[in-house]
């Protein structure tokens, strides 16, 4: 939201800058330094293994901060109001991420085009993949109507306005839709890390197709997939891996909204008319009350909030000084050679802002993630060389651990609604985050 030229400039302690602000930041960059230290662990399970990479530590980090601030002293909780300002720190956050996606993609627009087909027809993976594993589970276990909203996609911003606008977040469907937002911010990262993690470890996929996989049209998802996904990769198959999951996951949020609105939330509808007569009847199915109280609300109360300028000119001093401690600690760059990177992102960025600030209707994502691709294209201009190499410096993991440390105190947030929720609609909505993993892996893998 913009602020007019007549509106006082907010100052400590106001509503736009909380109090103990200065402990939300040391917070963050606490966590992102103490988890790039400890580095990334195996974890032996079964014949394979599971990595837990510092952004993963950092994310159960900083929610565990959160859900038990009132245990600490009065001078160091993070209470509720600090814990809802980094929601809206998030989501200026992202816009870097979104940045650094779109630069890398420009610089490796030659790998892209010989992906070719399977980036194409990736889409229909994330698509579909959802509801061919999710909802006959869903009917098996008894949920009615709130199968549709909770299996017809992986239930993020723009499921919510799908639903709302269709139903209403009232609704049988919009309470589906809800318990799958609730469920992917609280265990989304973690869940798709460990998926992630184990999927990869057997080798039964091309690292592309998981890395096309892990472009689901959730930044937050796709940085936990893909940074398990590139474990063990060289730098110039790390680049790749990344390139290709940021145009992944581009088109899986543009043409992914268009194919839940108009092909895949009618197929859901038609499938469940179809499947819930037999499969809602079975021994299992009992009528799952789990998501019926869930007031949207109370769960949707931080969404609406969206940061000033003033709050993402904070957000992105804080990105800087997180990328700078974890390119430094986890990837041993110096901190002079990652701020020129650094900069040239936060520039693209404020220039994206303050372009909103004049066009209320722009695009503000699609404009950054397009953008910032054109910038790095090879041959597209004179400089185009010299960015990707200057952006190259910044490694990928570098924003994603602080990122993720900002997320936590939005999964703590969530947290009370989400002991509302039963353990099948739980079950429901991680089996929908893994059917559009695997699913866009496996079209992929058919090309590879």
């Known amino acids: 939201m913009s602020e007019s030229a007549s509106t006082p400039r907010p100052t400590p302690g106001s ?30 399970l079964w014949s394979a293994k599971t990595v837990i990479l510092p952004m993963l530590m ?9 859900a038990f601030h009132a245990r600490f002293p009065a001078g160091l909780r993070l209470g509720v109001p ?89 609704s049988a469907e919009g309470r589906g839709v809800l318990a799958e937002y609730i469920t992917g911010t609280v265990l989304g990262a973690v869940f798709i890390t460990l998926l992630a993690s184990f999927v990869a470890s057997l080798n039964i996929f091309d690292p592309r197709s998981l890395a096309m996989g892990a472009g689901m049209g959730s930044g937050s998802l796709m940085a936990a997939a893909l940074g398990v996904i590139t474990v063990g990769q060289s730098p110039e198959a790390i680049k790749e891996l990344t390139a290709i999951a940021a145009a992944a996951n581009l088109i899986a949020g543009v043409a992914g ?28 199915a009992r009528r799952a009350p789990s998501a019926d109280d869930l007031d949207p609300a109370a769960a949707l109360e931080d969404e609406d909030e969206h940061p000033t300028f003033a709050d993402s000119i904070i957000a992105l001093l804080l990105m800087v000084a997180g990328i700078a401690i974890s390119n430094h600690i986890g990837h041993g760059v110096p901190v002079l050679q990652t701020l020129p990177g650094a900069a040239v992102m936060v520039g693209i960025v404020l220039i994206g802002l303050l372009l909103k600030r004049m ?87 058919f090309f590879h």
């Open 257 to 284: 909204f268009y194919f839940a609105v108009f092909i895949t939330l009618p197929l859901c509808n038609w499938i469940y008319a179809r499947l819930e007569p037999v499969l809602g009847r079975t021994a299992f």
């Open 359 to 445: 066009l209320r209707k722009l695009p503000l994502m699609l404009f950054l993630a397009v953008s910032a691709t054109l910038v790095t294209i090879p041959g597209g201009w004179p400089l185009a060389g010299a960015i990707a190499e200057t952006i190259g410096q910044v490694q990928f993991m570098s924003i994603t651990t602080t990122v993720l440390a900002l997320a936590g105190f939005s999964v703590a947030r969530k947290l009370p609604m989400f002991r509302r929720l039963g353990w099948r609609i739980v079950l429901v909505s991680l089996t929908a985050t893994a059917g559009t993993f695997i699913g866009a892996a496996a079209i992929a893998e």
């Open 58 to 66: 950092a994310l159960l980090l900083t929610t565990t901060l959160a």
């Open 15 to 44: 509503p736009a800058f909380p109090q103990k602000l200065w402990l939300l930041v040391l917070t963050v960059l606490a966590v992102t330094a103490a988890t790039e230290w400890i580095g990334p662990l195996s974890v032996p």
């Open 82 to 170: 600090l814990q809802r300002y980094a929601g809206k720190l998030l989501n200026a956050a992202l816009l870097l991420f979104i940045v650094k996606l779109g630069l890398m993609a420009g610089g490796s627009m030659p790998q892209l085009q010989k992906v070719g087909w399977a980036l194409a027809f990736q889409e229909l993976g994330h698509a579909f993949g959802t509801m061919v594993l999710a909802l006959p589970l869903a009917l098996l276990l008894g949920i009615k109507r709130e199968a549709v909203g909770a299996t017809f996609s992986i239930g993020r911003e723009n499921s919510l306005v799908i639903i709302g606008q269709k139903y209403g977040m009232q």
